[in-house]
């Protein structure tokens, strides 16, 4: 597996019950998965402990076949070869299209990052918007230098934080295209969270429906969403 989870558990400091019990996840290189839960499920706490933003109370967490997190091991979230895209983009408003996605290629030369932004800007077809500010793009453009940026350095995992949650309803199920055109495109891993089905009917190779820290339960998203197992399920699907 390209990705296992096995027995992660969290819990905030101000918090009395943990945000994740027992979590165990596998995931196949190439595979984009979907974490679906309502609010406060655990699910945008996952990308924070795969990523190291956090540190877990137990488990482990190993990204090809590297050992990232356990009880003696902890990898600085620089070292980890993770992209990520948040949910608020955080792009630096005072840089353009072209300086925000080079911010993270500090290693190459002049020529190569030239060489490498020319990539993804095509990748996210945003060749003409490399010296526009993020305030002169549309929402839908902004989330694609968003993913631009997390995808330059070639990261070995993507993660995806609501990633559509800020879009218009109009524009979603066509960034919904456009999203999953380039993770094929690319072949790259990835893990997203939402808390809307359509995100995993459109994207996902597998789904994980996330309650209250726990898998209750996992599977391709036709089985998932179109039989669900549990009234709960039932419910938080609508």
């Given at each position: 597996?390209?990705?296992?989870?096995?027995?992660?558990?969290?819990?905030?400091?101000?918090?009395k019950?943990e945000?994740l019990k027992?979590f165990?996840?596998?995931?196949k290189k190439?595979?984009?998965?979907?974490i679906?839960?309502e609010?406060?499920s655990?699910?945008?706490?996952?990308?924070?402990?795969?990523?190291?933003?956090?540190?877990p109370?137990?488990?482990?967490?190993?990204?090809?076949?590297?050992?990232?997190v356990?009880?003696?091991?902890f990898v600085?979230?620089?070292?980890?070869e993770?992209?990520?895209?948040f949910?608020?983009?955080?792009?630096?408003p005072?840089?353009?299209v072209a300086?925000?996605?080079?911010f993270g290629?500090?290693?190459?030369?002049?020529?190569?990052?030239?060489?490498?932004?020319k990539?993804v800007l095509?990748?996210?077809s945003?060749?003409?918007?490399?010296?526009?500010?993020?305030?002169?793009l549309s929402?839908g453009?902004q989330?694609?230098?968003?993913l631009a940026r997390?995808l330059?350095?070639?990261?070995?995992l993507?993660?995806l934080?609501e990633?559509?949650s800020n879009l218009?309803?109009?524009?979603?199920?066509?960034i919904?295209?456009?999203?999953?055109?380039?993770l094929?495109?690319?072949?790259i891993?990835?893990?997203?969270?939402t808390?809307?089905?359509?995100?995993?009917?459109?994207i996902?190779?597998k789904v994980?429906?996330?309650?209250?820290?726990k898998?209750?339960?996992?599977?391709c998203p036709?089985?998932?969403?179109?039989?669900?197992?549990s009234g709960?399920?039932?419910?938080?699907?609508?």
């Amino acid at each position: 597996m390209f990705v296992e989870i096995r027995g992660l558990s969290f819990k905030y400091k101000n918090s009395k019950e943990e945000t994740l019990k027992n979590f165990n996840l596998n995931i196949k290189k190439g595979e984009t998965v979907s974490i679906l839960g309502e609010s406060g499920s655990g699910k945008s706490t996952i990308l924070r402990l795969i990523s190291g933003l956090e540190i877990p109370n137990s488990g482990i967490i190993k990204i090809n076949n590297r050992l990232i997190v356990n009880d003696n091991t902890f990898v600085l979230p620089e070292k980890r070869e993770i992209g990520m895209v948040f949910q608020d983009y955080a792009l630096f408003p005072h840089m353009t299209v072209a300086q925000n996605i080079k911010f993270g290629l500090k290693k190459l030369s002049k020529k190569e990052k030239s060489k490498r932004l020319k990539e993804v800007l095509e990748l996210v077809s945003l060749e003409k918007f490399e010296e526009r500010y993020p305030y002169e793009l549309s929402g839908g453009q902004q989330q694609r230098v968003a993913l631009a940026r997390a995808l330059a350095p070639k990261p070995s995992l993507l993660l995806l934080d609501e990633p559509f949650s800020n879009l218009d309803a109009t524009l979603q199920s066509k960034i919904r295209r456009e999203l999953k055109k380039i993770l094929n495109h690319t072949g790259i891993t990835s893990i997203f969270v939402t808390h809307d089905k359509e995100d995993s009917r459109a994207i996902a190779d597998k789904v994980v429906i996330l309650k209250d820290g726990k898998i209750i339960q996992t599977g391709c998203p036709k089985n998932v969403l179109d039989n669900p197992l549990s009234g709960y399920v039932t419910e938080m699907l609508g």
